[in-house]
């Protein structure tokens, strides 16, 4: 099968790492003859990386690995309607760091949508890539843009000198407003149990890496600069408050974390307010 990689950057070249051991035909940054198309660009590029190319890819099936939320505070799967039939997009989400993948370490992921995801499942399952399906496309999303936002807050506290009982503490009540979130944007709670959100938190990801940094009291552009794709997990802390305005609900977690790291809030006190 001819698979088109959209986004070549580090997950992008493991997933077209992993396809290539199964023997499929990688086509990277173009569409054209490809039968699956997988999307590895920043949530912020998605739309616009597919439209640059709709008009070739009106009868194919599309895999959303972008990890986070519009611009505009919708769901990556609310703002592509307007363009898409949701028919044939799917989301592929897990904890998979990519060096893992293209080393072919056992990984489980979690591939969401309606019908056409277990033929799917079929072409990109291995012996060490376990493919799970969901219909909860909403919970998965939620949660694999989620995590980002709890583990820069764990990544913090972990600078700041905190152990691990407070590190555990901080994720824990991280999961409970993604979850809170999810449920009130129609996510089934169970969908956040599974490997796209408390599974996902459990890696030692860049953005915990993010948060880490930040809490040793470096300045949030110096840590950028030098820390390549940091900044996913920034923008959803930014597009989650949008959502959460949008839908009247107060996220006392991501609000305080967006002070701590936009308005030099005490990191202290903002580990103490997150009851």
Do not use: W
Request: aromatic letters at 6%; proline letters at 1%.
């Amino acid at each position: 099968m001819k698979i088109a990689i959209l986004g070549h950057g580090v997950f992008g070249e493991a997933i077209a790492v992993h396809l290539s051991r199964l023997d499929h035909e990688i086509l990277i940054d173009e569409v054209k003859d490809s039968e699956l198309i997988f999307v590895c660009v920043p949530s912020f590029a998605v739309i616009s990386t597919l439209l640059k190319v709709k008009d070739e890819i009106l009868d194919k099936k599309i895999i959303i690995c972008s990890k986070g939320f519009n611009q505009d505070g919708r769901l990556l799967s609310q703002a592509l309607k307007d363009d898409f039939s949701d028919k044939r997009i799917f989301y592929f989400y897990g904890p998979t760091m990519a060096q893992e993948i293209k080393d072919n370490v056992l990984s489980g992921v979690v591939l969401a949508g309606g019908d056409g995801k277990e033929s799917i499942k079929k072409q990109i399952e291995s012996e060490n890539l376990i493919v799970e399906l969901s219909d909860d496309i909403i919970g998965v999303q939620v949660g694999a843009a989620m995590k980002n936002v709890v583990t820069i807050f764990v990544g913090i506290a972990e600078g700041a000198g905190y152990r691990q009982n407070t590190q555990a503490y901080i994720l824990t009540k991280g999961f409970q407003e993604i979850q809170r979130l999810g449920v009130a944007l129609g996510a089934d709670p169970c969908t956040f149990t599974g490997l796209t959100c408390l599974g996902d938190l459990t890696v030692r990801s860049r953005n915990r890496v993010l948060g880490v940094e930040i809490g040793k009291g470096r300045k949030l552009d110096q840590i950028i600069k030098e820390v390549n794709h940091t900044q996913e997990g920034l923008n959803t802390i930014k597009n989650s408050r949008i959502i959460s305005k949008k839908i009247g609900i107060k996220l006392l977690f991501v609000d305080t974390l967006h002070s701590i790291i936009f308005d030099d809030y005490s990191i202290d006190d903002g580990i103490r307010k997150i009851k």
